[in-house]
């Protein structure tokens, strides 16, 4: 697990209307929205649509943000379910969450132009998942069935790799040999949920193997720590993210199990409903790695407009990760 420094309480930003707030307040947790990985994937596709010229194919959302999809589409981006939608030798770019190895091969054989985003640290868990099956390992993967990242993972090694999605699946799980079990799991993950599962997992397989290094990502975990650190103080918690995105989901139930009095998802200011502020003082305001920040620029100026307008970061981490473009790409990054 990543070190947090110290929690920080720093006025970041306010407004004229801070006099007439009576009390009110907004805690804006700070690492929140986009990561390296999203900042990475949503740059190769505008870089290919500057490359290639529209249209340019994307198999699955590039990321799982509404704002992030729906802009793309705008600007001649067309997105797929699976390879067989893309007309033969057109460009198709493969999303954050990866693919398993039967996507690159059905696009290699219609003969698609493949850019693959991948976030490098999911490629690092499939690494994982290839080294342990090939040692024949059974791999306990941690994740939410369904989920395209699990999906990917799993693909590498289908014959070795088990699905455990969340403490009450461990009770149905079996293995072949018990001194020969690793743990991986899906990167966007609640870190205490998983905590949990693996401490089932090894009251049940003593020698269950911790993975070579933390899975769920960097990104991941330091959102979780800045919104539990807010948590107790908040009324309410305004996560900015959308339903399908896994990590902006779970800053919901860690606030939540982290004492926030409620705690809701949105995707757009628009659907903050008044009623949610009556009675508040404090709100507490983060944001899923795949949000882009004027989403959460438009949500605190809804709040201020209903006498929020005074803001206060919380910090707990400094991130500075940048990942490369995928290689055809990266003379084109400014
Ligand atoms: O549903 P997830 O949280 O895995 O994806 P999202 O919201 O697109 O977040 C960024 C991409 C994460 C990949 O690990
Ligand atoms: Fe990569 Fe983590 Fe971002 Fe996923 S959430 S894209 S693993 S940095």
Known sequence: MSSAIPLNLGIARSTGSEASGGGKRVLLAEPRGYCAGVDRAV????????????????????????????????RGVIFVNETDEVPHGAVVVFSAHGVAPTVHESAAARGLHTIDATCPLVTKVHQEAKRFARDDYDILLIGHEGHEEVEGTAGEAPDHVQLVDGPDAVAGVTVRDESKVIWLSQTTLSVDETMETVRRLREKFPKLQDPPSDDICYATQNRQVAVKAMAPECDLVIVVGSRNSSNSVRLVEVALNAGARAAHLVDFAREVEPAWLEGVRTVGITSGASVPEILVRGVLDKLAEYGFGEVQSVTTANETLVF??????????Q
């Open 43 to 74: 740059e190769t596709v505008e870089k290919a649509l500057e490359k290639h010229g529209a249209p340019i194919y994307v198999r699955k959302e590039i990321v799982h943000n509404r704002h992030v999809v729906e802009t793309l589409r705008e």
């Open 324 to 333: 490369a473009l995928p290689r055809e790409l990266r003379a084109a990054r």
